[in-house]
């Protein structure tokens, strides 16, 4: 095991989305990544090259139990996540996992319950909230700069990648068949933020459709929240229809925030806007960068999980919490179901975290 001072992590996925990852863990100088894991040699052996030579590993067990590494960092599909992480904990390492957690709520729960019986710290890469654009809009809001009394949080994602007939095949091609698209696979980032931004949901009402007869999933959809603030949300969201503008997945989205005494905007670019009631609006200046992934919004989510490991404080995204992003999760497929409204979230929490 690594010193207080500096840890020692593996990686087991190096698909597409994993280049962001071991990006990242060569820019955070208290990790040495000493193993990178894939079923395809190839794909580990290039992750290896990003990190400086890495050893490279086809079983994730094997390498966990040669290695011994403070942490691993979990990017794959979400069906080998359980088994990952029971792996893990059976030799005292900390998890980093990718969303969607698990292929059902009930394994998610099994997941945080099989951490907490083992001791060991789980946290979820749940890497929207650290965008940066999201942490300055949430410094905004606690600061007052539109009131304070929070009233609605607005969001309008097109993103243009699901029209085609061939949609995701070149990027993501399992999307296709997922039984659950784009609230599982999309959606839960942004009932996360809702959730930084606007404490806990009670409340959800939701339509979802499939515009592409070729996937399995639903791509477009209507999401109500009512918070427990008494404020709500709304997520208008579409995988098939295009936004008009470079490069929908910087922010992936247009927020418009509203409290007593103004809104803030947020734009396709990350540009941020403050309009306080009866004034024009005005462009509030703050860091973001394209690097990375939206944001480098990656590196700031591996960067905090090393911090909290380091420090002892709590993750922002961890285990327990995040059933309740989660929970919100599934109360809008039920509503999508049944066409009625699910309320009442936030009396049935405890019963969510065990």
Known sequence: MGTPERLRGVGVGAGWFSRFHYDAWSKIAAVDMVAVCDLEPQNAEHASATLGGAAVYTEASKMLRETRPDFVDVITRPESH??????AAELGIHVICQKPLAPSFEQAREIVALAEAAGIRLMVHENFRFQPWHRELKSLIAAGAIGDDLHMVAVRTRLGDGWQPDAYQSRQPYFATMPRLLVYETGVHFIDVMRYFAGEIDGVFASLRRLN?????????????????GARGTWDASRYHEPDCENPRYTFGEFLIEGSQGSLRLDYDGRIRIQPLGEPSRKHAYAHSHAGFAGDCVYFTQQHFVEALLNGKPFETGGTDYLKTLAVQEAVYRSASSGQPVRGLTAGADHADR
Do not use: C, M, Y
Not at 82 to 87: A, E, F, G, K, Q
Not at 213 to 229: C, K, N, P, R, V
């Open 213 to 229: 007869h070729q996937i399995a999933g639903e791509d477009t959809g209507l999401l109500f929240f009512e918070f427990a603030s």
């Open 82 to 87: 359980l088994s990952i992480v029971r792996s």
